[in-house]
């Protein structure tokens, strides 16, 4: 019976070994692009014709086309929900926009993507850039409720924000880390407390290989550059400030 149950579980980790070079919602798909990064986003104009102009008016696409690095993608719904309005599943909460906070200050809504200033739209972005290229199988694992055992690891974003980056081990059959695994992203707001106030993004795929990185694509759980309040006191300041000079 001993040796059954052993036979069971090393075929539950052999299958998941197999199945962890490549995900989207937990279904495998075509890794390999055949083109730059920014080709790729350029590929998939409904989930990222958004973030691909963003890329170019950020100043970026000669990164994004030359350099080697890895993107953690965010999609063009985080910046429809950052610019306008994002309403809570049930309905019952509106959280805070950009054009909503300028409304009340009495400046000019955002009208295009052009009209936000060129460095805050490099800043934020740089936030999902990491030099070198990672894929899923590079990053440690990490454990939220156990994280002295599998504590993930830090990394600095282009912009030199710190993150928390490490792979969630599932449970399969009862037994645990035997399961799926799940690439997780965590924005560490105050680099001296680096335990405190993590705000976690797990992706929708992850390990897509254009010819100069690696893409993660991550699900809508966050705001563009992963703090609404301060890109949109940027934008402000910045529109103010353009006011104020005409």
């Not at 069971?8 to 937990?26: P, R, V």
């Not at 290229?133 to 440690?140: E, F, G, I, T, V």
């Not at 830090?154 to 969630?168: Q, R, T």
Request: proline share 4%; with cysteine.
């Amino acid at each position: 019976m001993k040796n059954l149950i052993f036979i069971f579980s090393l075929l539950l980790a052999l299958t998941a070994c197999e199945q962890d070079e490549y995900y989207i919602d937990g279904g495998k798909a075509v890794a390999e692009f055949d083109g730059d990064v920014l080709q790729y986003l350029e590929s998939k104009p409904v989930q990222f014709d958004t973030i691909a102009q963003i890329v170019k008016l950020a100043g970026l696409e000669s990164t994004f086309r030359n350099e080697n690095f890895t993107f953690f993608a965010p999609n063009d719904t985080w910046i429809r929900d950052l610019i306008g309005t994002r309403i809570s599943p049930l309905g019952d909460t509106i959280y805070l926009s950009l054009n909503g906070r300028l409304k009340d200050l009495n400046l000019e809504p955002v009208r295009k993507l052009s009209d936000i200033d060129s460095v805050i739209w490099r800043k934020y972005l740089q936030r999902h850039m990491f030099r070198e290229a990672y894929k899923l199988k590079d990053y440690p694992q990490i454990d939220f409720n156990q994280k002295n055992m599998f504590p993930g690891q830090l990394f600095h974003s282009f912009d030199k924000s710190l993150f928390n980056i490490g792979v969630e081990y599932g449970e399969a059959n009862g037994i645990k880390y035997l399961g799926y695994r799940q690439l997780t992203i965590s924005y560490v707001p105050d680099a001296s407390r680096p335990d405190d106030n993590w705000r976690t993004v797990r992706t929708s795929s992850t390990d897509i290989q254009p010819r100069n990185g690696i893409v993660h694509t991550l699900r809508n759980e966050e705001w563009f550059g992963f703090d609404a309040n301060e890109f949109i006191q940027e934008v402000a300041l910045s529109r103010n400030n353009t006011n104020s000079a005409n």
